[in-house]
């Protein structure tokens, strides 16, 4: 019995698009652009569409989900899509009491904390999400050639929500934990590991292109402490999800002591905020990986001409990377004009045609 003979992938529809090229680092004929929380945020059509409907209540609705994430393809031509959602959801999918309150976040109303409290993570089964399935289902057959992007957050990014009960600028709660309690930090660790892999799956396996894990607080770590206490459980979802050969990227806000480590934890695409060029990314992420970022997503705020500068600032920076797929070093900002962000998707676009 010889095994299957290793074959490649059949070619899918997105196969070809320039954001899957640059994944993978080969030629493209332009840089691809994306921006993260692209859909919603600063359109006026997404305020429109969830009028009255509590943000947690608008993940659940298959044709709401496909409208808002088609929305930034349609008025500003970026390269990908990312799918409507949010990093709690499969949390709240397994019966974790929590809610996204709007202008705070996501506010957990027991928090874990004691051994016991883990019994309340149990695992993640495709019917818990059955919404998930049916979106990208309607998603894949509108966007055709164009790459739909999953998602999901990071086990130390969960765990923080999880444990302080909500958002937290020194994440004392979870810092606690993870030094007080190893043993107990790392099945914690290791449970949401088991569920954002199979969050990740359902979502490939209904036809996303390419996956983000989102570790967004995670740089508030020395990298001895990501090394021990973080990357174990990141590298297991990394590896969970590693046979379907679908790009994965790691992204985090405030990570340039960490970008080696995100790396080597498993990612094929490396993403990198405003405060390390992307020229000194790629040498701290090493050979081998392809880089996303990186403008302030504040610098849209200012004129059109100082955007054009900063923009040229990062394709120089990018110009000897084997792959790169620009993006913003964070998220859109809520009170960003949307017409800055067409005017630099076509920037990037005309600027890098190769
Ligand atoms: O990128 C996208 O456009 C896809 C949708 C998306 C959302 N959240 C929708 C959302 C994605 C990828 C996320 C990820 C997410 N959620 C992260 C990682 C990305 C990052 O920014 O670092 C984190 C840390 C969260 C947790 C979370 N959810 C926060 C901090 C907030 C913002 C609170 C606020 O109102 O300022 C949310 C709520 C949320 N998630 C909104 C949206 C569109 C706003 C809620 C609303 O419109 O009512």
Known sequence: AGGQPTRPQPPTATYDSAFLKACRREPVPHTPVWFMRQAGRSLPEYRKVR?????????????????????????HGVDAAIYFSDI?????????????????????????????????LRD????????????????????????????????????????EGGPSRNHEHTKALMYGDPQLWADLLDRLAVITSAFLKVQIEAGASAVQLFDSWVGALAPADYRRSVMPASRKVFEAVAGYGVPRIHFGVGTGELLGLMGEAGADVVGVDWRVPLDEAARRVGPGRALQGNLDPAVLFSTPEAVEARTREVLDAAAGLEGHVFNLGHGVLPTTDPDALTRLVEYVHTQTAR
């Not at 409907?53 to 349609?74: A, D, K």
């Not at 705070?104 to 928090?111: F, K, T, W």
């Open 88 to 120: 709690v959801v499969p949390l709240k999918a397994i019966g974790i009491d929590l809610d996204i309150k709007p202008g705070v976040g996501p506010v957990v109303e027991q928090p874990i904390r004691t051994r016991a409290d883990l019994d309340r």
């Open 124 to 163: 993640l089964t495709p019917e818990d999400v059955a919404y998930v399935t049916e979106a990208i289902g309607l998603l894949t057959a509108e966007l055709g050639a164009t790459p739909l992007i999953g998602f999901a957050g990071a086990p130390f990014t969960l765990a923080s929500y999880l444990v």
């Open 51 to 75: 009028e009255g409907i509590p943000m947690l209540e608008s993940c659940m609705h298959p044709e709401l989900v496909t409208e808002i994430t088609l929305q930034p393809v349609r008025r």
